[in-house]
């Protein structure tokens, strides 16, 4: 299996480590711009409404749900090493590959 990708964004390591993370879009999309935009932190903006504390309490397990991976968004995790050597930009077209690997029974 072969996707077509758009590099959304690059970001260093959470923890300090010598890695990135790649996060990639779907070309479909970014074409059709189902993609909300992203603050330069690196997550969507979204604003919960609470009008009693009981609500705030029964949904707060949603807010940090949608704190993760932003819907739409394939994130890859590179060493520093990989990073260079491909030379990757927010906006390049990238295409992912999958294939299973072929086991011989003996």
Do not use: C, H, W
Not at 63 to 88: H, S, V, W
């Amino acid at each position: 299996m072969k996707k077509e990708f758009v590099v959304k964004s690059i970001d260093a390591a959470p923890d300090g480590a010598p890695y990135v993370v790649v996060s990639l879009s779907s070309l479909k999309d970014v074409n059709e711009g189902n993609i909300s935009p992203m603050s330069p932190f690196g997550q969507q903006p979204k604003m919960m409404e609470f009008t009693n504390m009981n609500d705030m309490l029964k949904d707060i397990n949603k807010m940090f749900a949608g704190m993760g991976n932003p819907t739409g968004l394939t994130q890859i995790k590179m060493d520093m090493r990989e990073y260079r050597d491909m030379g990757l930009s927010v906006g390049d077209k990238v295409y992912l590959e999958l294939t299973k690997a072929e086991t011989l029974g003996v």
